[in-house]
């Protein structure tokens, strides 16, 4: 177990679902550069912040299958240029990113909602 000074050298990956929308809509509130000034919540810059999302994805792949999976890696990656091309939120590209998220949290949602009708059928 890493000590309590080193933990912020260890990103922050979403080990399901439910902790990707979470983190889904921590990046809305803190978009487009990711950074709270509160390292104690998810991350603090963008760069781990997408890494985080993008290896959560990773880890539930199997449960959301492949096609979903394709869909929103290729998403975040395209949420992660609009962020960089609009870093202080004033052309565009950060809106066209939070549109991304909401997006992805619909997806996310719906996995969610179908994993909870198999669970209790």
Same mark, same amino acid.
């Given at each position: 177990?890493?000590?309590?000074?080193? /933990?912020?050298?260890?990103?922050?990956?979403?080990?399901?679902?439910?902790?990707?929308?979470?983190?889904?809509?921590?990046?809305?509130?803190?978009?487009?550069? %990711?950074?709270?000034?509160?390292?104690?919540?998810?991350?603090?810059?963008? !760069?781990?912040?997408?890494?985080?999302?993008?290896?959560?994805?990773?880890?539930?792949? /199997?449960?959301?299958?492949?096609?979903?999976?394709?869909?929103?890696?290729?998403?975040?990656?395209?949420? /992660?240029? &609009?962020?960089?091309? !609009?870093?202080?939120?004033?052309?565009?590209? %950060? &809106?066209?990113?939070?549109?991304?998220?909401?997006?992805?949290?619909?997806?996310?949602?719906?996995?969610?909602?179908?994993?909870?009708?198999?669970?209790?059928?």
């Amino acid at each position: 177990m890493p000590k309590i000074e080193d /933990r912020k050298k260890l990103p922050f990956v979403p080990k399901d679902l439910d902790t990707i929308y979470d983190l889904l809509g921590w990046m809305m509130l803190y978009a487009p550069k %990711c950074d709270p000034g509160m390292s104690w919540v998810f991350e603090d810059n963008i !760069d781990l912040t997408f890494f985080g999302l993008n290896e959560g994805l990773k880890v539930v792949r /199997r449960e959301i299958g492949e096609e979903v999976y394709a869909r929103l890696a290729a998403m975040s990656q395209q949420m /992660r240029a &609009h962020f960089d091309s !609009d870093p202080e939120d004033k052309n565009g590209g %950060c &809106h066209k990113g939070r549109i991304l998220i909401n997006q992805m949290s619909d997806i996310v949602e719906d996995c969610l909602r179908r994993r909870a009708s198999r669970t209790a059928g």
